[in-house]
């Protein structure tokens, strides 16, 4: 992995659901197939899981409106028609919801990274805690409660974004986000959920894209807020000498720290300017006086990094508050990183053993166990090893023996770990996700295996998107006594 802050390789998301369809660009007068280009006077139902509304026309067909909410009556026009439902958006708003607003941001009909800006924060989170107890329903989970929301700031939160950069055939300049279900860039000049320090370099990197020589040879931008200050990493395509010049003369312009991925095939990484000792924050577990002190996470280009530093602060937070009676205990971290909840965990006394699959991760995490172990105990064991593989998993949990397992998969979740769990079960399972589909699927494989459900949370790690994210706690009564009965020794 070579990309500032990219996230470990997960599946692909469509962004929509449902069969395949042809999509036809809104307002093509030809060549549309039945339907296609109506406008229905609907009343919107309610939220699917994407945040689209949803209604159904009067011969009684499915529609799936993007931009509508809950109890709305618009018109709503056909962009596209499948066998056994339609996809539109809204041509006018005839009855609005109470909880509509206005969008924050001015790219909102365009850009396809925030789709719930029309509706209130509170109303976007309830729907997200709904989708995530619908999902589990689905399963036949049922959940102790309504989860318990972990939410910061709704705009200025993001600490890492993507740029693409296109320059086009008569030379004008894209540089932005994709559109919504398209390649196609969005020139982006301000972002409302960027950090400051990030969205303060928009509008000068569209400028300094424009001045080089060579535009073309510039894949893609990432930006990356750390305690070090801002980030830049440029996708050279080719060398170039005088714009290597021009990005250094921006770098201390800005104050960046300024790498580059040069070359086509293999790229290597290069740091422009002097090399940066990243690292970001999370919190320790309360010390004997009750407050709560910090580790330090050092990190480099490549390494999962969490786009919203201060709702992972609460993850971190609620995995202390939640997993009690960890002095002394055995516990596997799995998909470990380069020590999120490791340290926090061992910081609470755990004997943690960590594993990931990615070397140069697990590298770090053994450096960010010895650096903060000046200041807090931690006994940490760093692993590698494939998660995917039945054997690798099933000698871990024979080897480990672990009184907790902590999980936190990419989006293709983590099903050869949880069927391994539901034959050879141990006490608590706390599992963090970013998929709640994935998420419901592994969970219903532990359920199964004899696994309760104690609590739930949900994360808004992504205001004004319908994405989530979700913490839940797995309890094994048949195993629940040996954690108790746990000592130092095991």
């Given at each position: 992995?070579?990309?500032?802050g990219?996230r ?15 999509q ?8 549309r197939g ?5 406008s229905?006077g ?5 939220l ?6 949803l209604?159904?026309?009067?011969a009684?067909?499915?529609l799936f409106?993007?931009?509508?909410l ?8 056909v962009?596209?028609?499948r066998k ?19 969008p924050p ?13 029309h509706?209130a924060v ?12 619908d999902?589990?329903?689905?399963q036949g989970?049922?959940?102790p ?5 972990l939410?910061?700031?709704d ?5 890492r ?5 296109k320059v086009?055939?008569e ?9 919504r ?5 969005v020139?982006?000049d301000?972002?409302t ?5 990030l969205d303060?370099?928009l509008?000068p990197?569209?400028?300094q ?6 535009p073309?040879q510039v894949?893609?931008?990432?930006l990356?807020?750390?305690?070090e200050?801002a980030?830049?990493?440029v996708r050279q ?7 290597r010049?021009?990005?250094l ?6 104050r ?5 991925l040069?070359?086509r095939e293999?790229p290597a ?6 090399t ?7 919190p ?10 910090e580790?330090?996470l050092?990190?480099a ?6 786009a ?7 993850l ?19 998909f470990?990183g ?7 965990l061992a910081?609470?006394?755990a004997?943690?053993?960590a594993?990931?699959?990615?070397a ?13 172990s000046?200041?807090h105990h931690?006994?940490v064991t760093p692993?590698q090893a494939d ?9 871990l ?7 907790t397992?902590l999980?936190?998969?990419?989006r293709d979740?983590a ?5 391994a769990?539901?034959?050879?079960p141990v006490?608590?399972v ?6 709640p ?6 969970a219903?494989r532990?359920?199964?295996g004899g696994?309760?459900l ?9 205001a004004?998107t ?22 130092p020794?095991?």
């Amino acid at each position: 992995m070579a990309m500032l802050g990219k996230r470990r390789p997960t599946r692909e998301r469509s962004g929509v659901s449902g069969l395949q369809g042809r999509q036809v660009p809104r307002g093509a007068p030809d060549d549309r197939g039945a339907g296609e280009g109506e406008s229905r006077g609907v009343t919107i139902e309610r939220l699917t899981h994407d945040g689209r509304g949803l209604a159904h026309d009067t011969a009684g067909k499915t529609l799936f409106v993007e931009g509508a909410l809950p109890g709305e009556r618009v018109e709503a026009a056909v962009h596209l028609t499948r066998k056994r439902y339609d996809e539109a958006h809204v041509r006018e708003l005839l009855e609005a919801s109470p909880e509509r607003v206005t969008p924050p941001c001015a790219h909102v009909d365009r850009c396809g990274g925030c789709d719930l800006q029309h509706l209130a924060v509170p109303a976007q989170r309830r729907h997200k805690q709904a989708v995530l107890v619908d999902l589990l329903a689905r399963q036949g989970i049922e959940t102790p409660g309504e989860p318990q929301l972990l939410a910061g700031a709704d705009q200025g939160y993001r600490r890492r974004a993507r740029l693409g950069v296109k320059v086009g055939a008569e030379g004008q300049l894209h540089l932005g986000f994709r559109a919504r279900h398209s390649h196609r860039l969005v020139d982006i000049d301000h972002c409302t959920i960027l950090m400051p320090a990030l969205d303060a370099l928009l509008a000068p990197l569209h400028r300094q894209v424009a001045s080089l020589d060579a535009p073309r040879q510039v894949g893609h931008l990432e930006l990356l807020d750390s305690d070090e200050g801002a980030v830049l990493l440029v996708r050279q395509l080719k060398e170039h000498a005088a714009d290597r010049a021009r990005w250094l003369t921006f770098a201390d312009e800005h104050r960046l720290h300024l790498a580059w991925l040069a070359g086509r095939e293999s790229p290597a990484l290069e740091w422009l300017t002097p090399t940066p000792a990243l690292s970001c924050r999370v919190p320790s577990a309360p010390g004997a006086s009750g407050a709560t002190g910090e580790l330090t996470l050092g990190f480099a280009p490549g390494d999962f990094l969490q786009a919203n530093a201060e709702v992972n602060r609460l993850l971190v937070t609620t995995a202390l508050t939640w997993l009690d009676g960890l002095e002394g205990a055995a516990l596997l971290d799995l998909f470990a990183g380069v020590g999120n909840f490791s340290l926090p965990l061992a910081s609470a006394g755990a004997r943690v053993t960590a594993v990931e699959g990615s070397a140069a991760m697990v590298e770090r995490l053994a450096d960010n166990a010895r650096a903060n172990s000046t200041e807090h105990h931690l006994a940490v064991t760093p692993r590698q090893a494939d998660l995917n593989d039945a054997a690798a998993v099933k000698a871990l949990l024979a080897e480990v023996a672990p009184d907790t397992l902590l999980l936190d998969p990419p989006r293709d979740g983590a099903a050869v770990v949880c069927a391994a769990l539901a034959v050879s079960p141990v006490p608590r399972v706390l599992y963090v996700s970013c998929d709640p589909a994935t998420l419901a699927r592994d969970a219903a494989r532990l359920v199964h295996g004899g696994y309760r459900l104690t609590r739930i949370a949900m994360a808004d790690m992504f205001a004004h998107t319908s994405h989530l994210e979700s913490m839940l706690l797995f309890e094994h009564p048949r195993t629940e006594q040996r954690r108790k009965g746990a000592t130092p020794d095991g």
